[in-house]
């Protein structure tokens, strides 16, 4: 790092694409009950872990809060669109997650967090109805307004930073095409109403646009095409995806680098949920689900290494079901059955009922990511933050490389680069007393 960062003095504006849904009023209003001392930010990094600096013997280990040069939850604006002309109170109380008890002293702000009108098309999410919608010819005077929402929120709030992050629902699944290629085959499709493009695009190319990194909390494609990495790459700006890593897949990317650390085989993945909440309902579509379950499927195959053990992993059998069941709300159900076998092959089953709270999981994700993704911005970090890979389900990554699934890889390439960006040693585990013997 040339020069160490340091601590922000302005403000940094998050703007919440989808601010009135679950993840997005869980996250808001968590950050609003925290920095006035009514809650504890708990699965949060930023806030609650610490970072071993130094050798073990130093005994040196800061909050990352205070190591890294990060925004103080004070000094977060914020802002944000979604499809309906309800404040973030009214969709915090929509979404049921968090209790009466916990949105009342926080009632007023919420109250007066009210979002800009929308960028939407029910044919990229057909369970949903937007009342609250911004009209235009084309996708590009979609993309100008958008570019004017940020500049008139930034100048009307006196902020210095900005990031956007999409809590949005999962629109269908859209492969990249033609269209994705390069900056301009991308802003001739805007002019042309190209159907490729989906109202997360024009948020991501209008945020990038306006120098603010972008974040994505979804499934969609977004900012995982090669125009949208040309682009970051000339503006020098992070972006960083794919799908928070909240219940199910979080638990598999610890039990699956379980089994292939010792090396035992897998015969079957079984996953199932019930979730009764609006992105339940989204995901009911076959064309949104589609886009889920391609993200959460190849989760197992890249940490297993197929092709590397033929003996333990070549056909095994993986499905993933997502069910919508109204009366669960945000408190899903995941269940997990996973059929292994050992020595000899000996069959043998591991069970799993994890009883989660969907944004309760997410919402710390959220807000480490803004304060993660706008540091990298800061220090001049650009394209895709691969060591923020630990926060999501499907890591985006560079062509040549594979995707890093394993979350207690991803735990340790995280806090490595930390150590990294403020200019200390990395840990590698090597133990010490070997040195002497050579
Ligand atoms: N909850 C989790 O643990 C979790 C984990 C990983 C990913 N996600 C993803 O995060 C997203 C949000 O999940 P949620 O549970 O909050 O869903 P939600 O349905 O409660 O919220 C989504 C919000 O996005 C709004 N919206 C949809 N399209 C929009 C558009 N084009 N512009 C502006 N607003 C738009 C909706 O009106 C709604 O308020 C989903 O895509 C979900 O798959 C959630």
């Avoid at 008139?152 to 629109?171: M, P, Q, R, Y």
């Avoid at 009366?327 to 050992?342: L, S, T, V, Y």
Wanted: with cysteine; net charge neutral.
């Amino acid at each position: 790092m040339e020069r160490k960062p340091v601590k922000p003095t302005g403000k940094l504006g998050v703007l919440v694409v989808g601010m009135n849904g679950a993840v997005a009023t869980t996250f808001i209003a968590g950050v609003m009950a925290v920095r006035k001392g009514y809650g504890v930010p708990v699965g949060s990094l930023t806030q609650m872990a610490t970072i071993r600096i130094g050798k073990r013997e130093e005994n040196n280990f800061p909050k990352i809060k205070d190591f890294l040069p990060l925004y103080d939850l004070s000094n977060i604006v914020f802002g944000g669109w979604d499809i309906r002309d309800e404040s973030a109170y009214e969709g915090a109380k929509i979404a049921e997650v968090l209790l009466d008890k916990d949105l009342d002293p926080i009632k007023d702000e919420l109250t007066a967090l009210r979002p800009m009108k929308a960028v939407f098309d029910q044919n990229y999410v057909k369970r949903l109805e937007g009342t609250y919608v911004k009209k235009a010819a084309t996708k590009a005077e979609l993309v100008e307004q958008v570019r004017e929402d940020i500049r008139s929120f930034k100048a009307k709030n006196g902020l210095t930073d900005l990031v956007t992050i999409w809590c949005g629902s999962t629109e269908v699944f859209i492969k990249p095409a033609e269209v994705h290629e390069t900056i301009a085959s991308f802003e001739k499709g805007l002019a042309e109403n190209h159907e490729d493009i989906s109202p997360s695009m024009i948020y991501a190319w209008a945020s990038l646009l306006e120098n603010t990194p972008y974040i994505n909390g979804a499934p969609n494609l977004t900012v995982d095409m090669k125009c949208v990495h040309q682009l970051a790459e000339e503006k020098r700006l992070p972006i960083a995806g794919k799908d928070f890593k909240t219940g199910q897949t979080m638990v598999k990317t610890i039990i699956a680098p379980m089994l292939k650390m010792r090396m035992l085989g897998l015969e079957g993945w079984f996953s199932t949920n019930i979730l009764g909440n609006r992105d339940g309902e989204v995901l009911d579509d076959p064309m949104s689900f589609k886009t889920k379950e391609e993200s959460k499927l190849s989760v197992i195959e890249s940490i297993l290494q197929p092709k590397l053990y033929p003996e333990l992993y070549k056909d095994y059998y993986h499905k993933v079901r997502i069910n919508y069941y109204p009366p669960r709300k945000d408190n899903k159900e995941g269940w997990d059955n996973i059929d292994i076998f050992g020595w000899l092959n000996y069959p043998m089953q591991i069970k799993i009922d994890f009883l989660c709270r969907d944004s309760i999981l997410a919402a710390p994700i959220a807000l480490d990511l803004v304060l993660l993704m706008n540091l990298a911005h800061r220090i001049g970090f650009s394209g895709t933050q691969e060591w923020l890979s630990f926060y999501f389900k499907s890591p985006m990554h560079s062509e040549n490389v594979v995707p890093e699934h394993d979350l207690f890889i991803q735990h340790i390439k995280l806090k490595n680069t930390m150590r990294e960006i403020m200019d200390e040693e990395p840990v590698n585990h090597i133990d010490e007393k070997i040195k002497m013997f050579k």
